[in-house]
């Protein structure tokens, strides 16, 4: 049984949550409490992630963190070739979209998010600025394919999934965006989907 080390309200634990059970995979979740920053423990930094961030896993021995990196694992690992595309510019697409999840979805659905569920001293207008500015790429894209990276799913999809559903929650509205809209309803949709919990700020954007 795989043991997921992450924190129910965060987005990066919850993709490789949603990751494990797309897949069917057995879950040992470990509750690791980030208000009472067990993350920055240093019995968790020596033995689980010296980063000191959630999620982590570990499968039987092989332990990993970072939530994309952890998606590219068990999708190897797990997956048949289905959430991963085996040729080359299949690969580089949803490569593609994993930098801009590192990278565009962080710096603006996930810290709007940040700052009104946790709190974080951030920049909220610029992060919603970015947010729409990423969701109006996701919607061009998302009216040419059914999925991000291609016509099925892939992590890609995966790793954008719980952010941009959860957007509402940083004051980021989704209601000029029918293709992202219908995009997450088709996740939702996918076997062994599971949720994250909402929370109750921001609700007056959906």
């Known amino acids: 049984m795989i043991k997921l ?32 920053a067990a993350h920055k ?10 980063f000191g961030q959630v999620p982590a896993i570990d499968d039987n021995g092989v332990v990993l963190a970072d939530s994309n990196a952890i998606l590219v694992y068990l999708a190897n690992t797990y997956g048949k070739g289905q959430w991963l595309p085996s040729d080359p510019v299949g690969q580089a697409r949803v490569q593609r979209w ?3 999840a590192a990278g565009q979805l962080h710096a603006g659905p996930a810290t709007a998010r940040l700052a009104l569920v946790f709190g974080a001293q951030v920049d909220t207008t610029a992060a919603i600025s970015r947010s729409h ?13 059914r999925f991000l990276a291609s016509e099925q799913p892939t992590i890609a ?3 954008f999934y719980t952010y941009i559903a959860h ?9 000029d965006y029918p293709h992202v ?7 939702e949709g996918l076997p062994g989907f599971v949720g994250m919990p909402r929370t109750a700020v921001g609700l007056q954007s959906q």
Do not use: C
């Open 98 to 100: 994993l930098s801009a």
């Open 41 to 50: 423990a240093p019995e968790f930094i020596a033995a689980i992630n010296p």
């Open 5 to 36: 080390y992450g924190f129910p309200l965060s987005g990066h634990s919850h993709r490789v949550e949603l990751m494990l059970s797309l897949l069917g995979l057995p879950t040992d979740y470990v509750l690791v409490d980030l208000k009472q």
């Open 133 to 145: 500015a990423l969701l109006k790429l996701m919607e061009t894209q998302l009216g040419q394919s």
């Open 181 to 187: 809209r219908a995009w997450l309803a088709s996740i």
């Open 157 to 159: 999809d995966v790793a």
């Open 167 to 175: 957007a509402p929650e940083g004051n980021v509205s989704l209601a």
